[in-house]
């Protein structure tokens, strides 16, 4: 495609669910990164993957969030048990390879968890 | 603790009038950029700078990376009501291995007619 795509671009849940959040990166990009945007927080690095690996997952805030990437191309960010305190805008972007390459990035998900 | 500490974080201006936004550190980055974001949509990058003491211009825009390579600042001229958005600095920490990049928090700038 053309840039990176996100979905769902919004999503409400309720406290306690799982929810999944889609990357589609740009073709070719072989490294992808996941952020998040909370109001007033700037953009809070989770976890990055070259290929299918993901060396640097430093980022991810609790074991209740993991994420997976598969044929070097679709990523899933997964939360599970959803709190209040997950509401924030889930950002992807990707890179051609990596070290400080411009970074394309996706128009984002917002989620609210009620 | 934020890496880059970015001021202000609002700015509201008319248009016409010159601003300028900081971005420091105490840590040294081996490249620095500056996105925009613009509601409902990702940071687009607007440069990078990489070279200690580096100006670059992009039309009304001016970016400078300080000559240590710890701070940033973005200057623009006759702010126009499309210039509103988020700006964000982002650096590459030297030293990194993995091309981490780590973000301010942004400032938010709106320009009036």
């Known amino acids: 495609g053309a840039g990176v795509s996100q979905s769902p671009s919004n999503k409400v849940t309720e406290k306690g669910k799982d929810v999944e959040l889609r990357c589609d990166p740009i073709s070719g990009h072989t490294a992808l990164y996941w952020y998040r945007q909370s109001l007033g927080q700037g953009l809070e690095f989770l976890i990055y993957f070259q290929g299918n690996s993901a060396p640097d997952k430093s980022g991810l805030p609790s074991d209740r969030f993991s994420a997976e990437r598969t044929g070097g191309s679709v990523s899933t960010l997964t939360i599970q048990r959803t709190q209040q305190e997950d509401s924030a805008v889930y950002l992807c972007?990707?890179?051609?390879?990596?070290?400080?390459?411009?970074?394309?990035f996706g128009p984002g998900t917002r989620l609210l968890v009620l | 603790t934020q890496l880059l500490e970015q001021s202000p974080q609002f700015l509201s201006i008319q248009e016409g009038e010159n601003l300028t936004v900081y971005c420091n550190s105490s840590s040294v980055f081996s490249s620095l950029q500056w996105y925009r974001q613009e509601p409902g949509e990702g940071p687009v990058l607007l440069v990078t700078?990489?070279?200690?003491?580096e100006v670059k211009k992009l039309k009304r825009l001016t970016f400078q990376f300080g000559d240590a390579r710890k701070d940033s600042s973005l200057h623009i001229t006759a702010a126009q009501p499309g210039d509103t958005g988020l700006y964000l600095c982002a650096g590459v920490n030297r030293g990194s291995t993995l091309g981490r990049l780590y973000f301010g928090r942004g400032t938010q700038l709106t320009v009036w007619p």
């Open positions: 700078v990489v070279t200690g003491g």
């Open positions: 972007a990707s890179s051609f390879r990596m070290r400080g390459e411009t970074q394309y």
